[in-house]
């Protein structure tokens, strides 16, 4: 089975810059990062293609944060700029086996454990 494991979280300053990283114990298709804040459902922010030709972004993050992946190394990857408070939450990598799979959480069969991001 597909373990997904995240990195990168952490605590930074408003308008500071994190890296998140998504390690895949094995090749996998379509791939997205979601959050989820205390209260409030997991929403997807960004996904991406199986080749990485094709990404799409929530309107909350796009322009700020950028997907990408490494597919010889099984490792997706969410560069994150200009945060702000209201990117705090846990962080989830999610991978499934379509060519791409956009920010529905229903096309997601794969999930990470997640990791925090707190900004202040």
């Known amino acids: 089975q597909v373990q997904l494991v995240e990195s990168g979280g952490g605590s930074v300053q408003v308008g500071g810059s994190l890296r998140l990283s998504c390690a895949a114990s094995?090749?996998?298709?379509?791939m997205g990062w979601f959050r989820q804040a205390p209260g409030t459902e997991r929403e997807g922010i960004a996904g991406?293609?199986?080749?990485?030709?094709?990404?799409d972004y929530a309107d909350s993050v796009k322009g700020r944060f950028t997907i990408s992946r490494d597919n010889a190394n099984n490792t997706l990857y969410l560069q994150m700029n200009s945060l702000k408070p209201e990117d705090t939450a846990t962080y989830y990598c999610a991978a499934d086996f379509s060519r791409f799979c956009g920010l529905s959480l229903a096309a997601y069969h794969v999930w990470g454990q997640g990791t925090q991001v707190t900004v202040s």
């Open positions: 094995e090749a996998v298709r379509c």
């Open positions: 991406i293609s199986a080749p990485g030709s094709v990404t």
